[in-house]
């Protein structure tokens, strides 16, 4: 079984990168996408989850920007496939943090966590939550990809370290960077710092670089602006078994030309 895991999705360079790149890669059986910065950059409403289901994607993940939109709180309740981080700490967060799915006989979990290194948002500790919800998954279900939504490597690689042959993979996001660590333990278990983005290269994140630069300069709040230049799907396919034993993991990164009848349609 082969799942394809992509990078965080940003604006309508993002989403067209996955209408258009998902056509031809037929040899794929489960598809997992971060969502949450589909609205330019900032977010992700009922429309744009509905547009990436229909382009192909099975489970939409997200951290702190998913419930940007207030649309976003109802939607969730209406569908599994949108999670949110599992860790949340209040009864009162709507939606679930996993997500489970059948592939050829084979039960497969998705699990959501997010970090508390520099997130800024009132979590539940990570790595209990993962210790004690990891056990309970796998008393029906071997394969469990794990998305950590985290900003500090450090903690992306304790996780992995944590969780090392107890789930099929431990997949990082949230930094927009992929990163060259890819590897598959020993234990059998896939992992990643970062798996990118899905998004313009020439860009700082997905936006145009001359005004994230002036924020930097100015320290003044400037408007983020969508870039199309260079634009890529990028991402990671992990290779599991049927016990839920990672066997290889690559890294993507697929050129997506976009032109102005593209965006039109986004």
């Keep these: 079984m082969k799942a394809l895991i992509l990078g965080e999705i940003v604006g309508r360079a993002g989403y067209t990168a996955i209408k258009k790149g998902l056509k031809d890669m037929s040899d794929i059986d489960l598809v997992i996408a971060n969502g949450e910065g589909m609205f330019n950059g900032y977010g992700i409403n009922k429309i744009n989850a509905i547009n990436l289901m229909k382009a192909g994607v099975d489970v939409i993940t997200g951290g702190e920007k998913l419930f940007y939109k207030s649309d976003m ?14 860790n949340y700490p209040s009864p009162d967060v709507p939606g679930h943090g996993i997500k489970y ?3 050829n ?4 979990a998705v699990l959501n966590l997010m970090g508390t290194s520099g997130m800024r948002v009132p979590l539940n500790n990570p790595f209990t939550s993962a210790e004690y919800i990891v056990k309970k998954i796998k008393e029906t279900t071997a394969a469990i990809i794990v998305i950590f939504h985290a900003s500090a490597s450090a903690e992306k690689q304790s996780m992995f370290r944590f969780l090392d042959g107890k789930v099929t993979a431990v997949i990082g996001t949230h930094n927009k960077i992929l ?29 145009k670089a001359e005004e994230e630069i002036k924020k930097y300069r100015s320290t003044l709040l400037v408007r983020s602006k969508e870039c199309f230049d260079d634009t890529e799907l990028q991402g990671v396919t992990v290779t599991f078994n049927e016990n839920g034993k990672a066997e290889n993991i690559e890294t993507i990164r697929k050129k997506i030309t976009i032109d102005g009848t593209d965006i039109n349609k986004t």
């Design 105 to 108: 006989d084979t039960n497969v």
């Design 101 to 103: 799915i059948k592939i």
């Design 73 to 86: 709180q109802d939607f969730i309740k209406e569908t599994s496939r949108v999670i949110r981080a599992y």
């Design 179 to 207: 990163t060259a660590d890819a590897t598959v333990s020993e234990n059998g278990t896939a992992y990643i710092t970062d798996n990118g983005r899905c998004a313009s290269t020439l860009s700082v994140g997905g936006f």
